[in-house]
């Protein structure tokens, strides 16, 4: 019996395993759209009743399937504290808190439902390429990011040293400044934070030309990793 159901629960070649694959990712679907729905105002109570009662059906559902998943597990523990069952957990939890605990702070774990969109990922096929271009360019990105840090600092400590004096309120600190470093590298410019001083605008300027290549280099890197990752799978079909 436990063959039979670890069979129908992580292999999608057969025919039960692809019929439980879709009918679960079809109740995440179905429980993100009524969690989305719920978000809208002046529902009515008959409404608000129907969606609770989705809640509960998915609660089940996906309660059953975490717990068959450790039944079935041939490690249960490395299955428990792995990715998908700390995301398995996370899908169900929340609502077990707000249902033994009145606490009106916890509620905001109810956030965590989102996660079930997560479960998706585990048959998705295209996640072992992104896990292959991810080993392909781990040593570039992580150069990448200390690369951009050191230019956000760079940056915040000299718009600092241009507009501090002209806007105290805006750039009091080198940390404050940040903020006006990471929407301007980003290309962003939410224009809460802008230079006023003929040098300032000079520096934004040539910050701003180095935030293009910040968001154009990882694109490439990973686009280019993800090519490379699909070469490989084809590689190994053949």
């Known amino acids: 019996m436990k063959k039979k159901l670890r069979s129908i629960l992580n292999d999608q070649a057969t025919k039960k395993g692809r019929r439980f694959d879709l009918f679960i990712q079809a ?6 759209l009524a969690y989305a729905i719920e978000t809208l105002p002046n529902l009515s109570p008959a409404t608000i009743k129907v969606l609770h009662f989705i809640e509960i059906v998915c609660l089940v559902i996906f309660t059953i399937e975490y717990i068959l998943r ?44 989102v996660f079930r969109a997560f479960k998706l ?25 200390i690369v ?17 004096e002209a806007q105290p309120e805006v750039f009091t600190s080198i940390f404050h400044s940040a903020w ?13 934070a802008y230079p006023v001083t003929v040098g300032g605008k000079i520096f934004t300027f ?12 990882p694109a490439g890197l990973v686009a280019s990793a993800l090519h490379k990752a699909r070469e490989i799978e084809d590689d190994k079909k053949k």
């Not at 109740?27 to 993100?32: E, H, N, P, V, Y």
């Not at 951009?148 to 501090?164: L, R, T």
């Not at 040539?206 to 280099?217: K, R």
């Open 180 to 192: 006006w470093s990471v929407v301007t590298l980003t290309t962003v410019g939410y224009g809460d």
């Open 206 to 217: 040539f910050i701003l030309l180095i935030g293009v290549g910040i968001v154009t280099i």
């Open 121 to 145: 990922i585990r048959y998705n096929k295209a996640l072992n390429r992104i896990h292959v271009a991810a080993s392909l360019v781990k040593e570039e990105i992580v150069l990448f990011f």
């Open 27 to 32: 109740m995440i679907l179905i429980s993100l």
């Open 70 to 113: 450790i039944i079935v597990a041939k490690k249960p523990w490395k299955y428990i504290f792995s990715f998908y069952g700390i995301i398995d957990l996370l899908a169900i939890l929340p609502f077990y808190f707000q249902g033994s605990l009145d606490l009106r702070s916890v509620r905001a774990f109810r956030i965590f439902r």
């Open 148 to 164: 951009s840090s050191i230019f956000m600092y760079i940056s915040s400590a000299g718009i600092y040293f241009f507009e501090h």
